[in-house]
Structure formats: structure tokens, C-alpha cells
């Protein structure tokens, strides 16, 4: 086992987000199951690819930034993706923003998607939806909507807001609901490369078969959570 990913395994243990205390140099953390865990809905291609191959991109594209600029390797993920506008230059900005973003994004994506999902939500986070949307359904009408209309790449996010309300908004490119200072619930890749395998143009097809590997108990954790 690598050090990294011990590192994670004893943070995740002891409850504390992983991804908060991660830092330079980054690395891809392993997914939390199997390639074809999540078949039918997700294919085994599709997770191989976008979790080596899209995944390790961000990452790599990240260090490579951060290379040229030793202030910014000390700071956390976190701390950059908050503090997009003190970063010094205009390409290095663009270029933690996608990455950093990309990096964070799909860390948090593997985690949300479980092959045991229980395939709705339970405990505070089931009430906080029915109270705001009126019905776990309503909810998912909303959400899939905003997946839907996401134009070119992007994701679709139930987020909790600062004041404690449950938001469903959505994200360009790899921008990520952090830097919003927002704490993401959970949250879906409707990238091409998350589905076109499987799905071609088919969007809509793959938000509809996502549901059934989300992650309810992680998204509690979420939910409760002080990113
Ligand atoms: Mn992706």
C-alpha cells in the first residue's frame, strides 16, 4: 500500500477529510472499489479511463503548475481553490483552477459512488431534502434538470450554502463549488468523457442510471461536514 493512500485510509478512519488535508505533490487517490463495481450503470472502461487516465491529467497538470510557484506548494487543496484570486499569475491561476478543481472534483466523485448504495437518502440529510424540496423525487426533478442543462462540460451539485440551506446548482468546466464557499453533497460529472462509452449522447440516460450508485451514506457525512 502506498503511503499516500495508508495516509487517507487512517484520515478517513479518523473522520477527517482527506481531501482538506491533502497537499504538493498530489497524487490520484486508489478508488474505494473496484473498476466494474459499478456496473451496469457506470462500464468498467469508462472508470478505468476517467479515473486513470482523465483523473491522473488534473493531477499531473497541477504539480506541473504548482512547479513554478514553491509559495502556493505549501497551501492546501483546499486553501487554493478558495483563494483562487490571490494566485499571483493570470496562467497559473488558470491553470489551479481547472486542475486543482479537476483534482478535487473527482476525488470527491469516486467517494460519492458506492456499489451498495442505498439508493435514497437517510438521516438529517433525507429531512433537510424533504423540507426544501418537498419530496426526495421533486429533488431528483431538480437536480436532473440542472445535470441536463449543463451546456459543454461541467457538473451538477447539491451543495449546502453558509447559512445552512441546501442549494442544487451546477459548475462549468472543472470549476468546483469550494472556491464558492460552498460544501458539496453530493455532486455528478456530466462530462462526456463520464459517460460517453456507455451512454454516446445519451445524457439524460446516464443521470437516470447514476442514482442507483450514490453514495447516501458519504453524502450524510457530507452533509454534516466543516470543509
Ligand atoms: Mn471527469
Redesign the pocket.
Known amino acids: 500500500m502506498q503511503i499516500q493512500t495508508l495516509f487517507v485510509a487512517i484520515m478517513t478512519l479518523l473522520g477527517v477529510n482527506a481531501l482538506k488535508a491533502s497537499t504538493y505533490p498530489y497524487t490520484v487517490p486508489s478508488l474505494p472499489y473496484s473498476y466494474d463495481a459499478l456496473e451496469p450503470h457506470i462500464d468498467t472502461l469508462t472508470m478505468k479511463i476517467?479515473h486513470d487516465k482523465?483523473?491522473q491529467t488534473y493531477v499531473d497538470n497541477l504539480n506541473e503548475a504548482l512547479k513554478k510557484a514553491p509559495d502556493l506548494q505549501k497551501k492546501s487543496l483546499v486553501w487554493l481553490l478558495k483563494n483562487l484570486d490571490s494566485i499571483p499569475t493570470s496562467t497559473t491561476k488558470i491553470a489551479v483552477q481547472n486542475n486543482a478543481g479537476?483534482h478535487w472534483?473527482?476525488s470527491f466523485?469516486w467517494q460519492i459512488m458506492s456499489p451498495t448504495s442505498k439508493k435514497k437518502p437517510h438521516g438529517q440529510l433525507e429531512k433537510a431534502i424533504t423540507n426544501t424540496f418537498g419530496s426526495f423525487d421533486a429533488f431528483k426533478e431538480q437536480f436532473n434538470a440542472e445535470a441536463k442543462k449543463v451546456f459543454g462540460s461541467g457538473w451538477a451539485w447539491l451543495c449546502r450554502n453558509p447559512e445552512g440551506t441546501l442549494v442544487i446548482m451546477s459548475t462549468k468546466n472543472q470549476d468546483s463549488p469550494i472556491s464558492q464557499n460552498l460544501i458539496p453533497i453530493i455532486g455528478l460529472?456530466v462530462?462526456e468523457?463520464?459517460y460517453y462509452l456507455k451512454y454516446q449522447n445519451k445524457r439524460p440516460d446516464y443521470i437516470k442510471s447514476w442514482w442507483n450508485v450514490v453514495n447516501w451514506d458519504q453524502a450524510e457525512k457530507n452533509f454534516k461536514s466543516k470543509v
Request: proline fraction near 0%.
Open positions: 476517467h482523465h483523473h479537476g472534483n473527482h466523485f460529472d462530462w468523457h463520464a
